[in-house]
T-cell receptor, first 114, second 114 residues
Framework: AQSVTQLDSQVPVFEEAPVELRCNYS??????LFWYVQYPNQGLQLLLK??????LVESINGFEAEFNKSQTSFHLRKPSVHISDTAEYFC????????????FGIGTKLQVIP | KAGVTQTPRYLIKTRGQQVTLSCSPI?????VSWYQQTPGQGLQFLFE???????NKGNFPGRFSGRQFSNSRSEMNVSTLELGDSALYLC?????????????FGEGSRLTVL
């Protein structure tokens, strides 16, 4: 079975400062990794995903995440945050191949301070 | 293209009652997953259906059940409601059940049990 650990439940950061949201996973098989974002009173939206290939993946709004197999991590980073980035971010994992469920972490609330 | 639609959006029940929640996936999507979201617990996987068959099931008691119809619409039912069942129930659809792709979430049904 797979599991995800998001080490920080809340991360306050000033506008235009960099941010890193940490995610570690556990799995005995190859995995797919995802970051989802949830804005207030909305469902989750996919931010970015790692399936294979380049270990650095990027989103259209400036976020990036790097798959590190040796450290079993998939941390999310952004060099300069904006007020509109205030949301809850969920890291997720599924085993590759077959009919596998997606397991989510408990989420990290990013609060951007003006 | 219409998104994932969940009904009702909000509902209040009392202990011992039962509830049925509905999810209409994006047109063409055949996989529907259900998650329970609570503060501090993140998203807990309930079950996944693909072409009317339950493919995966989470660790919830038998009071939680679901089904999928031939048009891919899905319902979940919770019987003998308990206070701890108060949560946001999220439905997500995807094209296939292998989860190499993206999950598309609805806005959720917020259940309050009094």
């Amino acid at each position: 079975a797979q599991s995800v650990t998001q080490l920080d439940s809340q991360v306050p950061v000033f506008e235009e400062a960099p941010v890193e949201l940490r995610c570690n996973y556990s799995s005995s098989v190859s995995v797919y990794l995802f970051w989802y974002v949830q804005y207030p009173n909305q469902g989750l939206q996919l931010l970015l995903k790692y399936l294979s290939g380049s270990t650095l993946v990027e989103s259209i709004n400036g976020f990036e995440a790097e798959f590190n197999k040796s450290q079993t991590s998939f941390h999310l980073r952004k060099p300069s945050v904006h007020i509109s980035d205030t949301a809850e971010y969920f890291c997720a994992v599924s085993a590759s191949g077959g009919y596998q469920k997606v397991t989510f972490g408990i989420g990290t609330k990013l609060q951007v301070i003006p | 293209k219409a998104g994932v639609t969940q009904t009702p959006r909000y509902l209040i029940k009392t202990r011992g009652q039962q509830v049925t929640l509905s999810c209409s996936p994006i047109s063409g999507h055949r996989s529907v997953s259900w998650y329970q979201q609570t503060p501090g617990q993140g998203l807990q996987f309930l079950f996944e259906y693909f072409s009317e068959t339950q493919r995966n099931k989470g660790n919830f008691p038998g009071r939680f059940s679901g089904r999928q119809f031939s048009n891919s619409r899905s319902e979940m039912n919770v019987s003998t409601l308990e206070l701890g069942d108060s949560a946001l129930y999220l439905c997500a659809s995807s094209l296939e059940a292998g989860h190499t792709g993206e999950l598309f979430f609805g806005e959720g049904s917020r259940l309050t049990v009094l």
